[in-house]
C-alpha cells in the first residue's frame, strides 16, 4: 500500500469476523500505512473462554495482536505504540513485562500501561491495543532515528 493512500480499510482475520457482524468493530482499521489495532484480550479463540493466568492472557492477547497485524500485512515489530490495560498493574506488572519482551524484541515502542477496574470479561486480567505503520520496523536504521 502507498503512503499516500487514503482508504480506509477494516482488518477482521476469521474467526473475528463474526464479532464484527455481532459487536460492529474491527479488529484493526488501516489507512495507508498506519494500522491502529483494537484492545486483543487473553481469550482461547476455539472455546472463547479467558485463560488462567497473567502469563497466559499476555500471551493470547499478543499473539492476536500478530495475528491481526500480519492480516493488515504488518507484523510486531511494526508497532509504533502500545496501549495495556490492567485489573493489577502493579501486581501482574514483572510477569506482563517478561512476556511483552518475548514479542517485542527491539526498537520498542512507545508504551502506556492503565489500571483499570472493570474489563469486558471479569475473568480478563489484561488487554492490549496498538498502533503500527506498515513496513517501518523492517527499517535499518538507529534505535533513535
Same mark, same amino acid.
Given at each position: ?40 484480550? =487473553? ?5 472463547? &473462554?479467558?485463560? *488462567?493466568?497473567?502469563? +497466559?492472557?499476555?500471551? #493470547?492477547?499478543? /499473539? ?41 524484541? =527491539? ?5 502506556? &500501561?492503565?489500571? *483499570?477496574?472493570?474489563? +469486558?470479561?471479569?475473568? #480478563?486480567?489484561? /488487554? ?18
Amino acid at each position: 500500500m502507498r503512503t499516500h493512500d487514503t482508504q480506509r480499510r477494516s482488518v477482521n482475520p476469521p474467526p473475528t469476523d463474526a464479532l464484527y457482524d455481532r459487536l460492529h468493530f474491527s479488529q484493526a482499521t488501516r489507512v495507508g500505512d498506519m494500522i491502529w489495532v483494537s484492545g486483543q484480550v =487473553g481469550v482461547d479463540t476455539t472455546t472463547m &473462554a479467558p485463560a *488462567v493466568g497473567m502469563d +497466559a492472557q499476555a500471551r #493470547l492477547a499478543f /499473539e492476536g495482536v500478530r495475528t491481526v497485524l500480519e492480516a493488515a500485512g504488518a507484523g510486531l515489530e511494526d508497532i509504533v505504540e502500545l496501549t495495556t490495560f490492567h485489573t493489577d498493574l502493579r501486581g501482574d506488572m514483572p510477569v506482563f513485562s517478561r512476556v511483552k519482551d518475548e514479542y517485542i524484541t =527491539g526498537r520498542y515502542p512507545s508504551w502506556t &500501561a492503565i489500571g *483499570v477496574a472493570q474489563p +469486558a470479561l471479569p475473568e #480478563l486480567l489484561v /488487554e492490549i491495543r496498538a498502533v503500527a505503520v506498515a513496513g517501518c520496523g523492517r527499517q535499518d536504521r538507529s534505535p533513535t532515528g
